[in-house]
């Protein structure tokens, strides 16, 4: 089991850069695939990326990433820090949601889990605005 919390959403202008964080505890030793989403009220919930967690290993990482968001957004952790992160850029209004980062327990060689319903654990989300 892990603990996830997310940081460092914020009010950006269109254009900007934003990273956020998701620190994670718990059972980090364990094997898992990370999932970044995003919500708009209304909506349904939309992956961005995932990234393998290969407890105590920094070496292997995998990602995966939808045609929508690629060039724009990427996903890296730092094993040492126990953190995850999604670095956007080139950030324009309809970027404007919460964003969550997730847990799917065990890794199996696949990492291109985009259901909401693939992952175990939650964080409670960060607010990210992009003014036009």
């Known amino acids: 089991q892990v603990q996830l919390v997310e940081s460092g959403g914020e009010l950006v202008p269109a254009g900007g850069s934003l990273r956020l964080s998701c620190t994670v505890s718990?059972?980090?030793?364990?094997?898992?695939?990370m999932g970044w989403f995003r919500q708009v009220s209304g909506k349904e919930r939309e992956f961005v990326a995932s990234i393998t967690w290969i407890g105590g290993s920094s070496s292997f990482s995998a990602t995966y990433y939808p045609e929508l968001v690629k060039g724009q957004i990427s996903t890296y952790r730092d094993n040492a820090k126990n953190t995850l992160y999604l670095q956007m850029n080139s950030l324009k209004p309809e970027d404007t949601a919460v964003y969550y980062c997730a847990a799917r327990s065990g890794y199996t060689g696949r990492v291109d889990w985009i259901g909401v319903e693939d992952y175990d654990y939650w964080g409670q989300g960060t607010q990210v605005t992009v003014s036009s």
């Open positions: 718990g059972h980090t030793s364990s094997n898992y695939v």
